[in-house]
């Protein structure tokens, strides 16, 4: 199980601080956004930790594929979808260059994926795909 520090409390939730694990792969995800392989998840806190506690988080393997595929295959459907679109609205539209709107199509049907999933996220609805605290390892108090 992965161990983590908690760096926030965000009313029920908790912001986890942990380093990049071996079922993390070849992902390298963490490497994008910080210099050091260590990644920030928001985590239900169940066990009332505390700012500083050392605690042990869980993620069910099945979630966390759904919240991949939700973040990186809706995209790229939309990515693609975007593609398809364009180019048959250029068929349609001679006078325009159809990479353009092939491009402009992708870009859009990006953007709407995007904007779908981070409406879904303010409503809460992926909440039940956050990890857990199971425990905390250590307290700073």
């Known amino acids: 199980m992965p161990i983590g520090i908690v760096e ?20 390298h995800a963490c490497d994008a ?23 042990e988080i869980s993620a069910d393997n099945k979630t966390f594929l759904k919240a991949t595929f939700i973040m990186y295959g809706l995209p790229l459907a939309g990515l693609i979808v975007g593609i398809l679109v364009g180019y048959v609205i250029s068929a349609f539209i001679s006078q325009i260059d159809s990479e353009l709107l092939m491009i402009l199509g992708a870009v859009l049907g990006m953007m709407m994926t995007f904007v779908i999933i981070k409406n879904r996220d303010k409503k809460n609805k992926y909440n039940k795909m956050l990890p857990h605290i199971i425990s905390i390892k250590n307290s700073t108090y």
């Open 33 to 55: 956004v910080h210099e050091a392989k260590s990644c920030t998840l928001k985590c239900i806190n169940n066990v009332s930790s505390k700012v500083g506690d050392t605690v």
């Open 8 to 27: 926030k409390i965000e009313g029920e939730y908790a912001i986890v601080q942990i380093k990049r694990q071996d079922m993390c792969g070849d992902c």
